[in-house]
């Protein structure tokens, strides 16, 4: 899509904020699910272990970023879809 989108100087990028479903973002996915407290504590705690960054992230930081992408600023990136998971595809 990036080489066509660019013959009219428009930027083609995605974000790829998390795996889904569930992804490591902090929601209310998994309490919605229905499971225990504690189950979706585990969950976290076992989500949290695999990503680099030791955390899972907030909604906020993932927002962040796709606002990052879309500001009209962003004129040189193109043809791009950066994870934003904190380094989970890493692992």
Avoid: C, F, Y
């Avoid at 569930?22 to 076992?46: D, H, M, N, W």
């Avoid at 927002?63 to 992408?69: F, Q």
């Amino acid at each position: 899509m990036s080489p066509a989108a660019g013959r009219w100087n428009w930027p083609a990028t995605a974000s790829a904020p998390t795996p889904w479903p569930p992804g490591p973002t902090e929601s209310q996915a998994q309490t919605g699910a229905g499971l225990p407290e504690t189950v979706v504590q585990q969950i976290k705690r076992e989500e949290a272990a695999r990503i680099p960054l030791g955390r899972r992230g907030e909604p906020e930081e993932v927002a962040t970023w796709i606002l990052r992408l879309a500001d009209p600023a962003t004129t040189w990136l193109t043809g791009q879809v950066p994870a934003i998971d904190g380094g989970l595809n890493l692992t």
